[in-house]
């Protein structure tokens, strides 16, 4: 019937807004009776880091795998060397694990400040939300110059010259994810 998508569309959106109520209300709910909510910001900061440095990880990874895959359907030899986008992509998840040891190890129950606190929310939230966009770049660049160095056979002039460009691409885009740890961490160690 016609009135059924209306109907679905209406259902599933006071189902988001209740569930979205209660968790307001449960947030709420946590912060009234807990007096310190320092260590919220600062695990706040490490959800950050974690899900920024995987979710940028996660779509490098399989952005550039579809790259390799093309490549390896017409080239099969030159596979291996074009593994560098995914070791790339996959130090975004270091970066953001690092950050993330790094608050934990450096929350104590017996004193705690809130600006400490917000330290750390600010520390993983640069490493996270750096991440994204750097996950975005390797993928989309390592994706392109897999399937470009697949249509030129290995071994001549032009192929290394792709894989040379490829690996330059390559560093320049994992550079600022490694700009955004070392702030992050500078911004960890305060006190």
């Given at each position: 019937?016609?009135?059924d998508g209306v109907w679905n569309l209406y259902t599933g959106i006071c189902s988001s807004v209740t569930v979205?109520?209660?968790?307001?209300?449960?947030?709420?709910?946590?912060?009234?009776?807990?007096?310190?909510?320092?260590?919220?910001?600062?695990?706040?900061?490490?959800?950050?880091?974690l899900s920024g440095g995987a979710i940028g990880s996660a779509y490098g990874i399989a952005k550039s795998a579809?790259?390799?895959?093309?490549?390896?359907?017409?080239?099969?030899?030159?596979?291996?060397?074009?593994?560098?986008?995914?070791?790339?992509?996959?130090?975004?998840?270091?970066?953001?694990?690092?950050?993330?040891?790094?608050?934990?190890?450096?929350?104590?129950?017996?004193?705690?400040?809130?600006?400490?606190?917000?330290?750390?929310?600010?520390?993983?939230?640069?490493?996270?939300?750096?991440?994204?966009?750097?996950?975005?770049?390797?993928?989309?660049?390592?994706?392109?110059?897999?399937?470009?160095?697949g249509l030129v056979p290995p071994g001549t002039p032009k192929a290394q010259q792709l894989f040379v460009s490829?690996?330059?691409?390559?560093?320049?885009?994992?550079?600022?994810?490694?700009?955004?740890?070392?702030?992050?961490?500078?911004?960890?160690?305060?006190?």
């Open positions: 019937m016609a009135g979205l109520f209660f968790i307001v209300m449960l947030v709420y709910y946590v912060l009234s009776v807990v007096k310190e909510v320092n260590f919220f910001y600062g695990y706040l900061g490490v959800v950050m880091a579809l790259g390799i895959l093309e490549a390896g359907r017409v080239h099969p030899g030159g596979v291996i060397k074009n593994l560098i986008p995914v070791v790339m992509a996959g130090m975004l998840g270091i970066y953001g694990l690092i950050i993330s040891v790094f608050i934990v190890s450096s929350v104590s129950y017996s004193h705690y400040s809130g600006y400490r606190s917000f330290a750390h929310l600010w520390s993983g939230s640069i490493v996270g939300l750096s991440c994204i966009p750097v996950g975005f770049c390797t993928g989309i660049v390592g994706c392109s110059s897999c399937a470009a160095t490829m690996v330059l691409l390559q560093v320049f885009a994992g550079a600022c994810g490694l700009y955004a740890l070392i702030v992050g961490l500078l911004f960890a160690v305060q006190n």
